[in-house]
């Protein structure tokens, strides 16, 4: 016969009502300009290709590096910040970041980064996470330091 549980209700009633925020972000719609850049970006870069080269399929190549290099532009993206971790959901990847994961935070301009590693080099960014908090900066803030306590937030 199994052993009862030892939590109470009391218990599973405070994890379930702690602090969360969902947001979903969506540069195509919420920051138009950046995606029409991008979009001449990718059609100029894949005319110096076809002027270079003359091959149509180095210019299809370099486009569609280009695009599936920058697919956060084009879909939405979908965070939740909870007491678990963090998760973010789109149409191409679902992926669940734990807080024990996450050693530093940088606060950029539009958003936190958050770093899994300790050794602070170039790339240790482009393995990390990107929060962008839009119109949700002062809530952001107040749970991922609620949530992360002990890690300093580097400007």
Same mark, same amino acid.
């Given at each position: 016969?199994?052993?009862?549980?030892?939590?109470?209700? %009391?218990?599973?009633?405070?994890?379930? #009502?702690?602090? @969360?925020? +969902?947001?979903?972000?969506?540069?195509?719609?919420? +920051?138009?300009?950046?995606? %029409? #850049?991008?979009?001449?970006?990718?059609?100029?870069?894949?005319? $110096?290709?076809?002027?270079?080269?003359?091959?149509?399929? !180095?210019?299809?190549?370099?486009?569609?590096?280009?695009?599936?290099?920058?697919? +956060?532009?084009?879909?939405?993206?979908?965070?939740?910040?909870?007491?678990?971790? &963090?998760?973010?959901?789109?149409?191409?990847?679902?992926?669940?970041?734990? !807080?024990?994961?996450? +050693? $530093?935070?940088?606060?950029?301009?539009?958003?936190? &980064?958050? &770093?899994?590693?300790?050794?602070?080099?170039?790339?240790?960014?482009?393995?990390? %996470?990107? &929060?962008?908090?839009?119109?949700? @900066?002062?809530?952001?803030?107040?749970?991922? #330091?609620?949530?992360?306590?002990?890690?300093?937030?580097? #400007?």
């Amino acid at each position: 016969m199994p052993a009862p549980s030892t939590r109470t209700a %009391l218990e599973f009633s405070n994890v379930t #009502s702690a602090p @969360r925020m +969902r947001w979903t972000v969506w540069p195509l719609i919420d +920051r138009p300009w950046a995606s %029409l #850049s991008l979009g001449v970006l990718t059609l100029a870069i894949g005319y $110096a290709v076809y002027a270079t080269s003359g091959k149509w399929y !180095w210019t299809a190549a370099a486009s569609l590096a280009i695009i599936v290099a920058a697919w +956060r532009l084009f879909l939405p993206v979908t965070f939740e910040v909870t007491l678990r971790g &963090l998760k973010q959901e789109s149409m191409i990847q679902s992926a669940r970041t734990p !807080w024990s994961e996450i +050693r $530093a935070v940088r606060k950029c301009s539009g958003g936190l &980064l958050l &770093l899994s590693g300790n050794d602070d080099s170039p790339l240790d960014a482009l393995r990390g %996470l990107f &929060l962008p908090w839009g119109p949700h @900066r002062t809530e952001l803030l107040q749970l991922t #330091s609620l949530y992360l306590t002990g890690i300093d937030y580097e #400007s």
